[in-house]
């Protein structure tokens, strides 16, 4: 079972990712808002972070991108957004984001990605034993 951090401020959305997540056999770990989710991509732990790109807050959605990034290297980061700007795709791809998800997504494509995520962790770790 994986930890899934899941950063979300719209409630539908939120509630559908931990659906998917819970039903694919995995924890999801949720945050409402750039702050709550560094806080959680610090001390949770998560196997991978699925982030929406817009959040109201004092956090921009690239200061929230740079400060995932700096907590959590390795991880695989996909980026959600119903409205992605070139600037953040440009950011994105400078950060080594995994993937990005444009609202509204499905079911499928979800499992899709985490699987995909969730696979090459696990080759990484046999590469390094």
Not at 22 to 41: F, K, L
Not at 48 to 54: A, F, G, N, Q
Not at 72 to 77: F, K, R
């Amino acid at each position: 079972m994986a930890k899934i951090l899941i950063i979300e401020d719209d409630p539908k959305s939120m509630s559908f990712l931990q659906k998917v997540i819970t039903r694919m056999g995995h924890e999801p770990v949720s945050a409402d808002n750039g702050a709550d989710g560094i806080h959680q991509a610090t001390h949770s732990n998560p196997d991978i972070i699925l982030t929406d790109l817009r959040m109201p807050g004092q956090i921009s959605d690239l200061q929230l991108l740079n400060a995932l990034r700096s907590a959590s290297p390795e991880i695989g980061i996909v980026v959600i957004s119903g409205y992605p700007s070139d600037e953040a795709l440009r950011e994105c791809k400078r950060l080594n984001i995994a993937e990005f998800l444009t609202k509204p997504f499905e079911v499928g494509f979800v499992r899709q990605v985490v699987d995909k995520l969730l696979a090459a962790k696990a080759g990484d770790k046999t590469t390094v034993e």
